[in-house]
């Protein structure tokens, strides 16, 4: 009696084990450069930044929790945690939907835009450095492709595609 392949182990081949040792070292590290950079100069994390900037890119500056929380790959209670903390600090405020009382609006402040307009600089300048300054513009196109389609099987939902 044979078994099916679908039951034997599958196995990663040299050149995939090699670049899946790169991803891993680049899942540990780019998230520890990019924090770093935004608590020294804005004293901010790198989820709080990401929150104020998807926000300040929102139509109006404000977006549903959920809907923020789809935009930046949050559960809902981390987003909700982080909100509080940015709210604390005045850079954004929650107020129920008027269109459904069961959901809630949060909307950058005028401290928090400001916030997000001096941060993206050093922000920008940090991704350059350690993401894109040496790669041409085949390899960028290429990096865009091959994640999209992890992300396409990671959150099959609506493309993450920006621009």
Request: aromatic share 4%; charged share 30%; net charge negative.
């Amino acid at each position: 009696m044979t078994t099916s392949t679908r039951d034997e182990p599958r196995w990663l081949d040299d050149e995939q084990m090699r670049s899946w040792l790169r991803l891993q070292a680049v899942i540990e590290l780019l998230p520890a450069a990019l924090d770093h950079q935004l608590r020294r100069d804005a004293d901010l994390t790198h989820f709080e930044y990401i929150v104020l900037a998807m926000l300040s890119e929102a139509r109006d500056h404000e977006l549903r929790m959920s809907e923020l929380a789809r935009r930046t790959s949050a559960t809902l209670p981390r987003l909700s945690h982080v909100a509080r903390r940015l709210e604390a600090r005045g850079y954004l405020e929650r107020a129920t939907d008027p269109d459904d009382r069961r959901a809630t609006i949060a909307c950058l402040t005028a401290p928090g835009l400001r916030k997000v307009v001096e941060t993206a600089p050093g922000h920008a300048r940090t991704v350059l450095e350690n993401v894109y300054d040496d790669l041409d513009a085949d390899e960028v196109t290429a990096l865009s492709t091959t994640l999209g389609k992890v992300l396409a099987r990671l959150d099959p939902g609506p493309v993450r595609s920006r621009r």
